[in-house]
């Protein structure tokens, strides 16, 4: 059997066109791609990647300026918080929660809208595996280049489970009995007539917005379209601690609000959502309120 896309780059010795992560004594990060016969050159002083070929991960280098450095190969998040970028990244805590939340699993079809740098679709791909689908769609020519780059370079090159389109989702979706559509765009709500038709019954739609009005706007489409069930909402916030003897507390630094991720299911054709039991906040839906389209959104 033969290993999966990327597997041989994240493990053994250093090879050529590796990827490689080194921190230096004040925990700073620099990565680099291995060529014979060139040198790692900072203000501290030069190594020659010959120095790392062919040696393990973990080892210390140190530079003609007499500064050690760790080489390790770079993690997925280290790996997308520094490659290129056309356009800003799906960070790794929201990446992790719609793999997780979305269930996204080996052999799942997948839709993605909105590619960006090619951050979550890297994510993606290693969850769904070579005998899984990932259909990305992307606007912009330039964003899709730049994506195709970046994964490419992740993997060692082509994934046969990615496909990469430029389009809108909205006019472009040909896609059928997909299980998962992960939706990163300015106007998520345009496109639930497309993803309904796409997704199978008890499949799932995951839609990352930035915003508070993006997100009520998604939420009651979603409650109005009548294929899904009602939508969950949240964000998440990463905060570190600094351990050091009995000095224990948090960092000052936070990776705080980045978006808000829901998610919805695909309900059987036919069917009719649940009506709702929970009884809205009192002047939730005002006299000034109009609904998702425009129109009145109290029955």
């Excluded at 993690?75 to 719609?98: E, H, N, T």
């Excluded at 990469?164 to 896609?175: E, F, N, P, R, S």
Aim: charged share 25%; proline share 7%.
């Amino acid at each position: 059997m033969s290993e999966p896309t990327g597997a041989a780059r994240r493990r053994g010795p250093f090879q050529v066109g590796d990827q490689v992560q080194l921190t230096d004594p004040k925990g700073r990060h620099y990565t680099f791609t291995l060529e014979a016969g060139k040198s790692f050159h900072t203000h501290k002083g030069a190594f020659p990647h010959d120095e790392l070929i062919g040696s393990p991960e973990g080892t210390v280098v140190r530079t003609t300026g007499n500064v050690e450095y760790l080489a390790l190969r770079p993690l997925l998040p280290d790996f997308v918080l520094s490659m290129p970028r056309g356009a800003a990244v799906v960070y790794p805590k929201d990446a992790g929660q719609i793999l997780s939340m979305a269930d996204v699993f080996p052999g799942a079809r997948v839709v993605e809208a909105g590619v960006g740098s090619g951050s979550l679709s890297m994510f993606l791909l290693r969850a769904v595996g070579d005998g899984g689908m990932l259909h990305s769609y992307e606007r912009r020519a330039d964003f899709a280049e730049i994506a195709r780059a970046n994964v490419e370079r992740y993997f060692g090159g082509p994934h046969p489970a990615w496909r990469l389109t430029v389009g809108d989702l909205q006019d472009a979706l040909a896609d059928t009995e997909v299980d998962r559509v992960i939706l990163d765009m300015l106007a998520p709500w345009e496109c639930l007539d497309a993803v309904a038709k796409a997704l199978v019954p008890g499949g799932l739609v995951c839609a990352y917005v930035a915003t508070t009005t993006q997100l009520a706007r998604t939420v009651e489409t979603l409650r109005e379209h009548g294929n899904f069930t009602e939508p969950a909402a949240w964000e998440t916030m990463v905060r570190t601690w600094h351990v050091e003897g009995l000095a224990v507390r948090p960092d000052h630094r936070m990776v705080g609000h980045t978006g808000f991720l829901l998610t919805a299911r695909r309900l059987a054709d036919g069917v009719e959502p649940p009506r709702r039991r929970r009884r809205p906040a009192p002047g939730a839906y005002g006299e000034d309120y109009t609904g998702p389209g425009g129109g009145s959104g109290r029955g």
